[in-house]
């Protein structure tokens, strides 16, 4: 039996109200990786526990979605928009510019862990199409000029919270 944690009785709390079998275990995965951004060995041996499961069975399942990590996620997370109008709008050339800066495909982290390049869906917000989130703010009217250009700074490490454009940045303006 391992010891009692901190962590694990986090854990646990996590899990209030599911019940015993797999019907609710991806539930449990959700709630885990909502909160952690990730699912850890111990979580999913307290998944196994708590839903009575085999800690394969739960390893299994996580590892079936590519939407769940196994490890914790770099600090930078960048979400490529893979709907129908940011598609009209070569989304597919801004995925080719943001995979050869951060030298990953999409679904990958960079290899120097600063940044995770994932899929994301269509939010509604169309209008700013072509389009990715940086930690969830949505970056639109990209450009493949544009991608590169925020890719590289996030590479260097600047800081993502002063990236990005203002919405009604169309392409001029800049002034030189
Ligand atoms: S299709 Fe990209 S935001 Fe709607």
Same mark, same amino acid.
């Given at each position: 039996?391992?010891?009692?944690?901190?962590?694990?009785?986090?854990?646990?709390?996590?899990? +209030?109200?599911?019940?015993? +079998?797999?019907? +609710?275990?991806?539930?449990?995965?959700?709630?885990?990786?909502? &909160?952690?951004?990730?699912?850890?060995?111990?979580?999913?041996?307290?998944?196994?526990?708590?839903?009575? %499961?085999?800690? =394969?069975?739960?390893?299994?399942?996580?590892?079936?979605?590519?939407?769940?990590?196994?490890?914790?996620?770099?600090?930078?997370?960048?979400?490529?928009?893979?709907?129908?109008?940011?598609?009209?709008? *070569? =989304?597919?050339?801004?995925?080719?510019?943001?995979?050869?800066?951060?030298?990953?495909?999409?679904?990958?982290?960079?290899?120097?862990?600063?940044?995770?390049?994932?899929?994301?869906?269509? *939010? $509604?917000?169309?209008?700013?199409?072509?389009?990715?989130?940086?930690?969830? &703010?949505?970056?639109?009217?990209?450009?493949?000029?544009?991608?590169?250009? %925020?890719?590289?700074?996030? &590479?260097?490490?600047?800081?993502?919270?002063?990236?990005?454009?203002?919405?009604?940045?169309?392409?001029?303006? =800049?002034? $030189?």
């Amino acid at each position: 039996m391992p010891l009692e944690t901190e962590a694990r009785a986090e854990l646990r709390a996590l899990l +209030d109200g599911l019940r015993p +079998d797999d019907g +609710d275990l991806l539930e449990a995965l959700h709630r885990i990786h909502h &909160r952690y951004g990730h699912i850890s060995r111990e979580a999913m041996e307290v998944v196994a526990e708590r839903l009575r %499961l085999t800690p =394969a069975h739960v390893y299994g399942a996580t590892t079936y979605y590519a939407d769940f990590r196994t490890t914790p996620p770099p600090p930078v997370t960048v979400a490529w928009c893979s709907g129908p109008a940011c598609r009209l709008r *070569n =989304a597919n050339g801004i995925r080719a510019a943001f995979e050869a800066v951060f030298d990953c495909a999409l679904g990958e982290d960079s290899p120097d862990g600063r940044v995770a390049f994932t899929l994301g869906q269509c *939010n $509604g917000t169309c209008e700013q199409a072509p389009q990715v989130w940086l930690q969830e &703010r949505v970056v639109g009217k990209l450009t493949a000029a544009r991608a590169v250009e %925020l890719a590289r700074a996030l &590479r260097e490490g600047e800081d993502p919270e002063t990236l990005g454009w203002p919405d009604d940045a169309s392409g001029d303006g =800049a002034g $030189g």
